[in-house]
């Protein structure tokens, strides 16, 4: 298929979420290419971009014009012309987005694996050679498919071995309904089903589940696993076995590689690990002398001290301990394979603004590449304002208004003094040799991986072989600069898509626009800072980036979203500026010689500020004033000391000027006002009081002066404590058995000194069997081991104390002849409201 030009800016799409849902999965290859209607170039001329390539069956069909077609009260809603038409036919509403992006949203989700044709009406939005009057074009539908993945077998409990679970990851190559997934799959186990719960994310890709409450017995048992398409509605299906070992059957599960940032190796174990043992020795690999260890669970992490290739051995012994402490029988060797890093590259640091320095130098790391393809955008200094209506600095969208393609190069990184392209390396790009940078503009770097820039030796015998979506562009003069370099090309798959070789380093499917990076750099030394205040004024610094010293003299713009001129200023010795503004800004433009700075000014673009302590006043009519009280509760019946201060920095008020306070309580009702015409330097004290009975809540103290109002809220509470001092007492050291009207002083204080009045009091005694003896004889026993001894607790008082807090307990104790000799009397009570 010829690679024209203008076909690449239709690649693209407007939104991103026409293609975000597609952003990982696309077609099964079928080993020939799907034949593409070649279209009339001179579309490009009305057409900007439009949905192609392979998307999800979730997508929407975007098509965005190249000028604007319909009115802004036309734009959000639906229009009844018929613009769209599919084959085969599909249902759907068609909406404008904006003037120019038009939007057609299907009922139902597309067929997967269909392959569509798009009839769009072209000529009904304006006028156009009969020959372009309809655009018609293809796109295909990514065809379902699944893979199944287990992760680990482990218990609830670590020190609970029977009760285990299973844990694991279905993905599907397309969004899929979390319903419909949880009908595919089932669990058995003894031929019994077993409960499988489910959490759904990856934009509906990715499905892990648990497999509930596996039992783990004295005998090894198996879980049968069965996977159905059906739901999905495709004819793929699985099943798989997994091995519960016995409980008496400690051994190594599985093994297996992490190739992640830092490579490690996993083992599993069928029982959850000791944390405390030292594995030095009890786990080796040939040729490894230093590893370190991760205990968590059944698994143990290894992580050797450099970044390994090849194949290894891998030696568990005999003696590794269980949680319980218990030994494993039987040791075991295991063939690890350390593959190499699969080809990437990735930018270092964040951020967009690189200062001057011996060049401009972007840093960037690579691995498993000896090549990198540079292709670089330029946002024009004049298109800046413009870029930022719908950009941040790092902002990706609708750059072929702004800005256009200055550069496209291949960057060898054989020659960089670098021996070992296998592993991660620092590279720099110097911008400033690459380009004639100006300090105004703002630059997009993408860095391109293609499958023939990989160092890895993949024996496909089509090394040399490109992709559809890895084909050369070509960048010539002219119509060549309407290239796809502004779509979304990052969501693009080819008609060879395999989403099963989607991992491959060695399969066309790996290099994707996934792969490649971008980043928006703006050389600049100027720093800045604006915060804007309530009165209309934005107050600006701008410092230097290197030094961090205020800049003077730098000529400062604010640009309402419009892109027109609302203020102007320029900074003092001290790099502050104050630029007043009745529109709210949008953009901050600060120019020093060639050096230019941009700032975005919108409340959501604003730094946060949760970590600091903004609070804080709002000046209400050039007045400041707050209330404060002796103390920050208060009873009723109280008398309230509230103050009130004003500051009136203008002198606007005169001094007489009445100031009038009012109380209210939570009901809103005013329950005092007062007026003062007269303070002591900005103070005015007010002295009210509340009812013994007013009610407890929020009251609320409000000043009016000036036009302006301040509030305080004021708390009346009946404040009780909650401990009493309770003092019973008899008056006597020993009570005797026979003694009629035993009489007691009931004395109930609260902590504080007041009395508890009017409190409800219960008291009782208990007789227990006490040691019987005597001073005189102490080596003799006087017990009667015959005889036992039992007692209930009898009520001896219940009643309330009075005004003084003061009671009378009267009791009697009756004589007893079971009682094997001296009794302890226990008494025990409560008081409460």
């Known amino acids: 298929m010829k690679n024209l030009p203008w076909k690449k800016i239709s690649i693209g799409v407007i939104g991103v979420g026409v293609f975000a849902v597609a952003l990982f999965y696309g077609i099964t290859s079928t080993g020939t290419r799907e034949p593409q209607t070649a279209l009339n170039p001179a579309f490009a001329e009305y057409i900007s971009s439009y949905t192609s390539g392979v998307i999800s069956s979730t997508a929407t069909i975007r098509i965005m014009l190249a000028e604007d077609a319909v009115t802004d009260d036309v734009v959000g809603s639906e229009t009844s012309a018929k613009l769209f038409s599919l084959s085969p036919a599909v249902k759907g509403k068609t909406v404008w987005l904006d003037k120019r992006t038009v939007e057609f949203t299907p009922e139902s989700r597309l067929a997967s694996g269909q392959r569509y044709e798009v009839n769009f009406n072209l000529s009904k939005l304006m006028e156009v050679p009969s020959s372009l009057s309809n655009f018609i074009y293809s796109f295909q539908v990514i065809p379902q498919h699944y893979e199944l993945t287990i992760d680990n077998i482990k218990p609830y409990v670590k020190t609970e071995l029977v009760r285990q679970k299973i844990e694991g990851v279905l993905f599907t190559s397309d969004f899929a309904d979390g319903d419909v997934v949880e009908k595919m799959l089932q669990a058995n186990q003894d031929d019994k089903q077993l409960t499988v719960s489910w959490s759904h994310a990856g934009e509906g890709k990715q499905h892990a589940f648990i497999i509930e409450e596996v039992s783990r017995k004295e005998t090894a048992s198996k879980v049968s696993i069965s996977i159905a398409g059906e739901p999905l509605g495709i004819s793929q299906s699985s099943s798989q076995e997994i091995e519960i070992p016995a409980l008496s059957d400690f051994k190594v599960m599985n093994v297996r590689v992490d190739q992640g940032t830092t490579q490690h190796v996993v083992v599993q174990f069928s029982d959850p690990l000791s944390e405390k043992q030292n594995l030095q020795g009890l786990i080796r690999s040939e040729g490894l002398s230093s590893l370190d260890f991760e205990v968590r669970d059944n698994e143990v992490k290894i992580y050797p001290a450099v970044r390994q290739t090849g194949s290894k051995t891998l030696t568990v012994e005999a003696g590794v301990r269980n949680v319980l402490d218990y030994r494993m029988k039987e040791g075991g060797t295991f063939d690890v394979l350390f593959e190499e890093v699969k080809p990437a590259v990735r930018f270092v640091g964040k951020g967009t603004i690189l200062p001057s320095s011996d060049g401009l130098i972007l840093p960037f790391e690579a691995v498993n590449l000896k090549a990198v393809e540079v292709q670089v955008v330029k946002i024009f200094e004049r298109n800046i304002v413009q870029f930022l209506q719908v950009n941040n600095y ?46 105004g503009a703002i630059y997009q770097i993408r860095l391109n991986v293609k499958k023939s820039h990989t160092t890895l030796a993949c024996n496909e015998g089509d090394e040399d072989s490109e992709s559809a979506f890895e084909q050369t562009e070509d960048w010539s003069e002219g119509e060549g600069e309407s290239s796809y370099w502004d779509s979304y090309d990052d969501y693009y798959y080819g008609y060879d898509y395999d989403w099963r070789e989607r991992d491959n380093p060695c399969h066309s499917s790996y290099y994707t626009g996934q792969r490649n990076i971008k980043r928006n750099v703006i050389a600049s030394d100027l720093g800045l800072i604006a915060k804007r205040g309530a009165d209309g004024n934005t107050t600006i610094f701008v410092t230097d980036l290197k030094t961090t010293q205020p800049q003077s003299g730098v000529t400062l713009e604010l640009y309402n979203y419009q892109q027109q001129i609302i203020g102007t200023a320029s900074t003092g010795s001290d790099g502050k500026a104050i630029i007043q503004s009745d529109e709210i800004p949008f953009a901050l433009v600060a120019k020093s010689g060639a050096q230019r700075g941009y700032l975005k000014l919108p409340d959501g673009e604003s730094l946060s500020l949760s970590s600091f302590d903004v609070g804080g006043e709002r000046v209400n009519k050039g007045l400041k004033g707050m209330i404060y009280g002796e103390r920050g509760v208060w009873r009723p019946g109280d008398s309230l000391f509230l103050t009130f201060v004003l500051e009136d920095k203008m002198k606007r008020l005169p001094a007489t000027h009445p100031v009038v306070f009012e109380l209210q309580n939570p009901q809103g009702q005013v329950t005092s006002r007062l007026v003062r015409s007269a303070g002591e330097n900005g103070f005015y004290k007010f002295a009210t009081v509340t009812a013994d009975d007013a009610p407890t809540g929020n009251w609320t103290a409000r000043v009016k002066v000036g036009g302006a109002e301040f509030s305080q809220l004021v708390k009346i509470e009946t404040v009780k404590p909650n401990r009493l001092k309770i003092n019973l007492d008899f008056g006597v050291d020993k009570i005797k058995a026979g003694t009629n009207n035993i009489s007691g002083d009931l004395k109930v204080n609260w902590l504080h000194g007041a009395p508890g009045k009017n409190l409800m009091a219960e008291f009782e005694v208990l007789l227990t069997k006490a040691e019987t003896k005597f001073s005189r004889y102490p080596d003799y026993v006087f017990e009667d081991p015959s005889k036992e001894f039992y007692s209930e607790a009898q009520t001896i008082f219940s009643g309330y104390t009075d005004a003084e807090g003061n009671a009378r307990v009267n009791f009697s104790l009756e004589p007893t002849t079971t009682s094997p000799g001296a009794l302890n009397a226990i008494v025990r009570g409560k008081v409460f409201e």
């Open 394 to 439: 790092e902002g990706n969208s609708e750059l072929r208004r702004v800005g256009k393609p200055v550069l496209k190069k291949m960057i060898s990184l054989e020659n960089s003094g670098v021996t070992d392209l296998g592993k991660w390396n620092r590279f720099t790009l110097d911008l400033a040799t690459l380009i004639n940078t100006e300090p």
